[in-house]
Nanobody, 121 residues
Framework: RLVESGGGLAQPGGSLKLSCTAS????????MGWFRQAPGKERDFVSA????????YYADSVKGRFTTSRDNAKNTVYLQMNSLKPEDTAVYYC????????????????WGQGTQVTVSS
């Protein structure tokens, strides 16, 4: 089970940090991803991280502004979002998959419930 937290309202240029904690056995998890979905749009890849090695991947739209990290001891991954823009407004989901490496939402096995991020002045 994945549980996200940390969403909310931020001003343009501001920051938010999302957390995603995995409960239960994490042994099936090899790769963690962050996705977002704005109203009327598809669920888009944001970033991903290897559960063991820590390699990270980012969508071009967030590269240089967002950072994903993990704390294996806490079974938690984070998404630090800086220099937020109104177009970052969406529901953010964390996801996990058993196999390494994918930016496709339909290839992830486990999903959190989502957390709303709104960027507005």
């Amino acid at each position: 089970r994945l549980v996200e937290s940390g969403g909310g309202l931020a001003q343009p240029g501001g920051s938010l940090k999302l957390s995603c904690t995995a409960s239960g056995s994490t042994s099936p998890i090899n790769f963690m991803g962050w996705f977002r979905q704005a109203p009327g749009k598809e669920r888009d890849f944001v970033s991903a991280i290897s559960w063991t090695g820590g390699s990270t991947y980012y969508a071009d739209s967030v590269k240089g502004r967002f950072t994903t990290s993990r704390d294996n001891a806490k079974n938690t991954v984070y998404l630090q979002m800086n220099s937020l823009k109104p177009e970052d407004t969406a529901v953010y989901y964390c996801a996990a998959r058993r196999v390494y490496g994918s930016m496709r939402a339909d290839e992830y096995n486990y999903w959190g419930q989502g957390t709303q991020v709104t960027v507005s002045s």
